[in-house]
T-cell receptor
Framework: NAGVMQNPRHLVRRRGQEARLRCSPM?????VYWYRQLPEEGLKFMVY????????ESGMPKERFSAEFPKEGPSILRIQQVVRGDSAAYFC????????????FGPGTRLTVL | AQTVTQSQPEMSVQEAETVTLSCTYD???????LFWYKQPPSRQMILVIR??????QNATENRFSVNFQKAAKSFSLKISDSQLGDAAMYFC????????????FGTGTRLQVTL
């Protein structure tokens, strides 16, 4: 029973490039959440998606960041024109149901912007 | 908006001893969920324990237990018989019961376990 999978585990980008982070939820889970962890800080919510729908994007920066969870395939967090301040660990979590269900986390993607 | 506060940036405990990590939160809601997550050096977020606010009984999971004081909005984690593998960052988190579902995390407590 595979857990939440994220790839790549480590991603290095130069300023101005695009970063694509992938998340495959646990089998049977249709709810995906993205969180960002800056160095020496706790995790901060970014966006919550169900299949083909963005439910809550209140934590997403207004520019350069977007997320999707298509009917087929993994959820993608996309960061355009990365800047040094985007360097962080990005975690994906999934749950089977909304509201009452526990969120299970993936191992995270560590993004480094040079 | 809900906030979660962990006032202990670092704690230390000797192996086999007991340690308590503190967490307080602020909310106007009457029903919600509280969690403790562990983040070892691998950075994987691991669920330690979960508490439903409507339950008066404190949750326990083997050596881990909580002291949930709803009126005081306090949710501390007690680790008994500490082991070297317990060394990690511990994060307290809050979640509403509505469909919003997002977790609000505290800033974490780094736990060291010494011989």
């Amino acid at each position: 029973n595979a857990g939440v999978m994220q790839n790549p585990r480590h991603l290095v980008r130069r300023r101005g490039q695009e970063a694509r982070l992938r998340c495959s939820p646990m089998k049977g889970h249709s709810h995906v959440y993205w969180y960002r962890q800056l160095p020496e800080e706790g995790l901060k919510f970014m966006v919550y998606l169900q299949k083909e729908n963005i439910i809550d994007e209140s934590g997403m920066p207004k520019e350069r960041f977007s997320a999707e969870f298509p009917k087929e395939g993994p959820s993608i967090l996309r960061i355009q024109q990365v800047v040094r301040g985007d360097s962080a660990a990005y975690f994906c979590a999934s749950s089977r149901l909304a509201g009452t269900d526990t969120q299970y986390f993936g191992p995270g993607t560590r993004l480094t912007v040079l | 908006a809900q906030t979660v506060t962990q006032s202990q940036p670092e704690m230390s405990v000797q192996e086999a001893e007991t340690v308590t990590l503190s967490c307080t939160y602020d909310t106007s809601e009457s029903d919600y969920y509280l969690f403790w997550y562990k983040q070892p050096p691998s950075r994987q977020m691991i669920l330690v324990i979960r508490q439903e606010a409507y339950k008066q009984q404190n949750a326990t999971e083997n050596r881990f237990s909580v002291n949930f004081q709803k009126a005081a909005k306090s949710f501390s984690l007690k680790i008994s018989d500490s082991q070297l593998g317990d060394a990690a960052m511990y994060f307290c988190a809050y979640r509403s019961t509505g469909t919003a579902s997002k977790l609000t995390f505290g800033t974490g407590t780094r736990l060291q376990v010494t011989l």
